[in-house]
Structures are given as C-alpha cells and as structure tokens.
C-alpha cells in the first residue's frame, strides 16, 4: 500500500484479555517501529524491527507486551492481560532503511481502549 | 531521561502571524531531526527535516532552524494559517548500537486564530 496501514483502528476491550494490533509497513521498507500515546502525553517508544537483525525490545513497559515481525515485513503487537493503563493509541512507523538521514513514516495508530 | 524536550505545550497565534515553536536536544550523537505534524485521531504526519551539517532547511512557509552548539532546533510557520492547528512533534534520531533510533519531544499544541 501507500502508507503505513494499521489495525485493527479501535479496539474496546476487558481487562484481563489479550489483544493483538497489526502493521503493515510502507512497501520495501526494512525498519519497523512501535510506539504509543497515552491520553495527555508525548511520543513512547516500544520497540524496532531493523531487516533480520535481533529488534531492540528496550521500549516495551513490561513482559506482557511483545510484538514480532514475520517475513520481514507485517508485525503484530501482542498485549496480554490487558489493564487499564494499557489504554493508549498504538502507531506503528516505517522507514526505507535504518540508516542515518532517514525519515520514519506513522500510520494512523490502533486506538485501544481497556475498560 | 528526556533526550528531546519540547518545553512549551501549547503556543497561540494570530493568523498571518509567525509561529515558532522550539525544540532542546541533550545527545551530541544526534544527527537528524525531524517534525511532526498530528491532527487529533490522526497519526503523525512527516512536515519537515534538517540534517546535522545544515543550519537551515526550507519548505514553502516552513522553516527548521538548527543550532548545534546550543542543542537547539526551532520550527517557524510563515504565516500561520488556522489548517496549521495541530500537535507538533519535534524528533532526534542516530545510530545507536547499529539501530537507527528516534527520540521524540512531549508535542507542542499550536492554535493558529482567525
């Protein structure tokens, strides 16, 4: 596709279920990020898939976040046992290459709500 | 650790006016930056980028001025137009340990006024 595609776009889900949020990189694109917005706050880091390299999962805020990235291409964020400050708005991003000068590029974010 | 503060959280302007909206960066390693524009229920939105060796990057009424020995980078909208009313996102990035990381700003909420 033309852009980064994320989904599902809203998600309501009950504490204690897990959920998964999908991404679909820009098309050629090596590098994969994950980060999320919680209501009133800044840009989170979580985690980046760099082409067949380890990612660099230092971002994620516990052991029931974990996200994979099959193919080289689309990656699906897990979160289990959902609570409630899990609720925030998930973006996933893409660059060309991981490589100095490169622009990442967002999707429109997962919008999860835990009630 | 902040790495990339954006201290104002919210600026208002008066249409045809300058916004500047202001940006501080810790790390000496990085070596391109970046802004974003985000509507609400919108993801960010690419606006503009300067790399480390220039002082100055240009794009129709935005401008990204980038002073390396203060750390500082700023973003000016000339003029503002009411559509500029959004989050505005500052970002740093470099490579650290062979990952090509970016480091974003808390977002500085722009209110351009008829």
């Known amino acids: 596709g033309a852009g980064v595609s994320q989904s599902p776009s809203n998600k309501v889900t009950e504490k204690g279920k897990d959920v998964e949020l999908r991404c679909d990189p820009i098309?050629?694109?090596?590098?994969l990020y994950w980060y999320r917005q919680s209501l009133g706050q800044g840009l989170e880091f979580l985690i980046y898939?760099?082409?067949?390299?380890?990612?660099?999962k230092s971002g994620l805020p516990s052991d029931r976040f974990s996200a994979e990235r099959t193919g080289g291409s689309v990656s699906t964020l897990t979160i289990q046992r959902t609570q409630q400050e899990d609720s925030a708005v998930y973006l996933c991003?893409?660059?060309?290459?991981?490589?100095?000068?490169?622009?990442?590029?967002f999707g429109e974010g997962s919008w999860l709500t835990v009630v | 650790d902040q790495q990339v503060k954006q201290n104002s959280p919210s600026l208002s302007v008066q249409e045809g006016r300058i916004s500047i909206l202001n940006c501080d960066y810790t790390?000496?390693?990085?070596?391109?930056f970046l802004w974003y524009k985000k509507y609400p229920a919108e993801g960010p939105t690419f606006l503009i980028s300067?790399?480390?060796?220039?002082d100055k990057n240009e794009d129709g009424r935005f401008t990204v001025f980038l002073n390396k020995s203060a750390k500082h980078l700023s973003l000016h909208i000339v003029p503002s137009q009411p559509g500029d009313s959004a989050v505005y996102f500052c970002?740093?990035?470099?490579?650290?340990?062979?990952?090509?990381?970016?480091?974003f700003g808390s977002g500085t909420k722009l209110n351009v006024k008829p």
């Open positions: 098309s050629g694109h090596t590098a």
């Open positions: 970002a740093a990035s470099a490579i650290i340990y062979n990952f090509n990381k970016f480091y």
């Open positions: 300067i790399s480390s060796i220039k």
């Open positions: 991003a893409s660059s060309y290459r991981g490589v100095s000068g490169n622009t990442i590029y």
């Open positions: 790390n000496s390693m990085f070596d391109y």
């Open positions: 898939f760099q082409g067949n390299s380890a990612p660099d």
